[in-house]
């Protein structure tokens, strides 16, 4: 057994030291510098466990109406008069339902709910780490002394840090954000589904379904792939818990949401976290407010700005569905992490934290690429780049909003695009080698 670092730790080693320490001090210490916040800010408020409300009040405030008489339906109170954009569906509230009837108000308050979210980055940690492992027990390492006892701490070391320092992640538990719990359902699905628990990967992916429909995207592309178990045991789930919100909460508040959704469909957000084509858009035309985010309004409809975001929609789930669907262990485990990855970037409104999905997704390719002798090393610096975009947050961009230079803002958006150009790659790579 090998005393030395492998070179592939070596040089992760290498890039978090750039990505992070070198990043960090150039922006603080470089001189009348007044963009100075980095992702590094959010991680050392993630560790004091500082957090907002962006998710527990817009939620509380949907129970508390949906169990009154009102003359609006749910989402067209909640936003026109209580100014709170509400924007999960019904089957969300369950859970801060049965979490108050069960402990009372305390147990919806924002210091449990955030305290219950610090843990779970922590929890998601650890599955990363397992989802490491389990990965390089199925697709070894190569050389085989990566696969040393040094090596796995080591290894493990660097998975910590990087998930500490992974920018949409923490921003997520700062914001007071349920894509905290949406994350780490993601990863445990992911982490079942490599270890061929099929059944159980469906029924988290259907758990995030619930309070983001679109991860059904997932689903169909099990249907698609014949993963029965898979699909049918998150679209059960689905059902199940969409007709207990029907029976507690009415009809017309559930359909509400489906107007709701079509309403933000048409608008979007300029607002610069969305790292979407449609925030990209609305702020390049300068649709809509690019530096402050408003509670009581979204970007103006645009016909180009809707087309567009329409039309890249299509093409890219049309992409994901039927060009050259995998058969192979290792081609439909990539296909899994596109049709996630495709689901977010596909949205209107994808903000920044919704982005954390992409730390399960590069720990798995950084450990999956450790195996394939012939992989080209351009798929490296794409990883690379991608992952550069993509966790750290950069704070200067903000000085080009009123010009066209704007579409700087959408470095997480562009590294997003990179990572799902490399999953296509990796996937036919994956198709070839099998």
């Known amino acids: ?47 004091r466990g500082g957090a907002c409300c962006d998710s527990w009040q ?25 100014y709170l954009k509400f924007q999960y569906p019904l089957t969300s509230v369950l859970l801060i339902d049965g979490l108050e009837r069960w402990g009372g108000k305390r147990f919806i308050g924002d210091a449990l709910l955030n305290r219950i979210s610090w843990y779970m980055v922590w929890v998601l940690i650890g599955i990363v780490l397992m989802i490491n492992r389990s990965a390089a027990r199925l697709y070894p390492p190569r050389p085989r002394q990566t696969g040393s006892s040094g090596e796995v701490w080591l290894t493990g070391v660097l998975i ?4 500490l320092t992974f920018y949409p992640v923490t921003k997520g538990f700062i914001l007071g954000q349920i894509q905290t719990w949406i994350t780490l359902m993601f990863a445990l699905a ?8 099929k059944t159980w990967s469906g029924l988290l992916i259907g758990g995030c379904c ?9 689903l169909v592309w099990g249907l698609m792939r014949k993963q029965w178990r898979f699909a049918i045991s998150g679209l059960m789930l689905g059902l199940i818990c969409g007709l207990v919100a029907l029976g507690c909460y009415g009809l017309e508040n559930n359909m509400d949401y489906l ?21 990209l858009l609305n702020r390049f035309l300068f649709i809509g407010n690019n530096l402050e985010w408003y509670a009581h309004q979204f970007a103006p409809f645009n016909r180009w700005v809707y087309g567009a975001s329409i039309l890249f929609s299509m093409v890219l789930i049309g992409l994901l569905l039927f060009w050259r669907p995998s058969r192979q262990h290792a081609g439909l485990t990539l296909e899994y992490l596109l049709a996630a990855l495709t689901l977010t970037v596909v949205s209107p409104v994808a903000w920044e934290h919704h982005y954390g999905i992409l730390l399960v997704m590069f720990v798995f390719i950084a450990t999956w690429a450790q195996g394939q002798s012939s992989l080209p090393k ?46 296509y790659r990796l996937r036919n790579a994956a198709e070839t080698t099998e």
């Open 160 to 163: 910590v840090l990087y998930a």
């Open 190 to 197: 992911f982490l079942c589904w490599l270890n061929g628990y």
């Open 1 to 47: 057994m090998s005393g030395r670092i492998s070179r592939f730790n070596r040089n992760v080693l290498v890039f978090f030291l750039v990505n992070v320490v070198v990043l960090e001090l150039a922006v603080s210490y470089w001189p009348d510098n007044p963009y100075r916040l980095t992702g590094w800010d959010c991680t050392k408020t993630f560790l």
């Open 210 to 218: 619930l309070i983001k429909p679109h991860f059904a995207l997932l």
């Open 378 to 423: 351009a798929s490296y610096y794409l990883m690379a780049v991608a992952y550069f975009l993509s966790s750290n947050f950069f704070h200067f961009p903000v000085a080009l909003a009123s010009s066209r230079w704007n579409v700087v803002q959408s470095y997480l958006f562009v590294g997003a695009l990179i990572l799902l150009l490399l999953l």
């Open 58 to 82: 817009p939620m509380r405030k949907a129970l508390e109406l949906v169990s009154q008489e009102n003359e609006k339906p749910l989402y067209s109170a909640i936003f026109e008069d209580h």
């Open 259 to 279: 107007r709701m959704i079509s309403f933000i469909s048409h608008h979007g957000e300029a607002y610069f976290p969305n790292q979407s084509l449609n925030g």
